[in-house]
């Protein structure tokens, strides 16, 4: 009896990963495998090794789904509570499924916890994911989907669309963007010395929003590292105020300006990507900007999370950050020719799926003030 067919999602139950689980769910027929430590996403109240509340409310929208158009609802969704590198873990669903491409979504991701914890972070982020690719290629699971970001690019670089053959790995300024890119010359390296390999890194910009339905949405652990969250937990009363980081930047309010994608539209491309490592990658590795190819400033932001939730944010402006530019942004054309997507929603649409999520979950998805810190 042949194997059902699977995709291999590693730290899928955090904000990115669940998201791509959930367009898994609805849009292939595969089934989806989860393992994940629950570092970066809420646990199960009773039983860390129980499915977490975010992937409850992932298979809740598959049934959803499935309910508004007549569809028998089928559960293709299995969690592992453990960590995404455990050879025994991995052995044991290669017995079980097919598994046609891992998507890589695990690991820590806090540029400035990076820099305070630089050994966390590459042990976490490069060791573990050396280790699983050994694990990957002896059971010749070859094809590879990387969440990487950015923050590979050289920052001097940054004040003009990026695109996938400008340089990376110069001038780096955490231990985040150097694992990140540290993964990549890994893939590359390995799709060129093992032609058996396809391997696909997705250069996220500035994921924001959340899922329409308002289940699953951003849930940071802690304080906030991004403005969105920060925005949304300030409109529902968990933080008393937003500092905006530099009033002179060489924009048209002063405020830098940033690259934002929807989540769902970052999830989707994770789809295409499956079908792209399945047919096949000449050169073994292919680097792809996922941005909407445009920008928007920080006072920009803040005026469409005040139309979208009604609410007038208290906000003040602070001294600029060290290492912030002033524009960064991509030229997303090898993601329209490569994967035949693009972005579709509008920043007036990302927070407003952000602020159904956070008005109807102002603790995410726990009912406690404990993440509150």
């Not at 250069?203 to 940071?220: C, K, T």
């Not at 590795?285 to 944010?313: C, Q, T």
């Not at 799926?353 to 726990?366: A, E, L, V």
Request: glycine share 8%; hydrophobic share 35%; net charge negative.
């Amino acid at each position: 009896m042949a194997k059902p067919k699977a995709v291999f999602v590693p730290g899928g139950a955090g904000f990115i990963g669940s998201h791509v689980v959930t367009e898994l769910l609805l849009n292939t027929p595969y089934n989806v495998l989860v393992v994940d430590n629950l570092s970066n996403a809420t646990p199960n109240k009773s039983d860390k090794t129980l499915t977490p509340p975010s992937l409850e409310r992932v298979q809740q929208i598959v049934k959803n789904h499935c309910d508004q158009n007549n569809n028998e609802f089928s559960n293709r969704l299995e969690f592992i509570y453990n960590e995404y590198h455990d050879k025994e873990t991995i052995e044991s669903l290669s017995t079980r499924y097919e598994i046609l491409a891992t998507i890589i979504v695990a690991g820590s991701k806090a540029v400035g916890e990076s820099k305070s914890k630089p050994l966390m972070y590459y042990k976490n982020n490069v060791c573990k994911t050396v280790d699983m690719l050994e694990i990957l290629g002896h059971l010749g699971l070859t094809n590879v989907i990387f969440s990487s970001s950015a923050t590979v690019y050289d920052p001097l670089q940054k004040d003009e669309p990026l695109l996938e053959n400008m340089g990376t790995g110069a001038g780096l300024s955490c231990a985040y963007g150097r694992t990140k890119y540290f993964i990549e010359e890994i893939l590359k390296d390995l799709s060129f010395a093992e032609k058996r390999w396809n391997c696909v890194s997705l250069r996220y910009f500035n994921p924001v929003g959340a899922h329409p339905s308002g289940l699953i949405g951003e849930d940071p652990q802690g304080v906030p590292n991004n403005l969105m969250p920060m925005i949304a937990q300030v409109a529902v009363g968990r933080r008393p105020k937003l500092s905006v980081f530099g009033s002179d930047y060489d924009t048209p309010d002063g405020t830098g300006i940033r690259d934002y994608l929807h989540v769902v539209d970052l999830a989707k491309a994770h789809v295409q990507a499956v079908d792209l490592c399945l047919q096949g990658i000449s050169e073994g590795f292919k680097a792809i900007n996922l941005g909407s190819g445009s920008g928007y400033s920080v006072l920009e932001v803040i005026s469409s999370f005040e139309k979208a939730s009604g609410i007038k944010l208290n906000w003040e402006f602070a001294p600029r950050r060290e290492g912030d530019v002033t524009r960064l942004y991509c030229d997303p054309i090898v993601a329209e020719k490569e994967l035949d997507w693009k972005t579709t929603k509008t920043l007036d649409e990302m927070c407003a799926d952000m602020w159904n999520f956070q008005k109807n979950n102002p603790y995410g998805y726990t009912d406690q003030k404990s993440n509150n810190s």
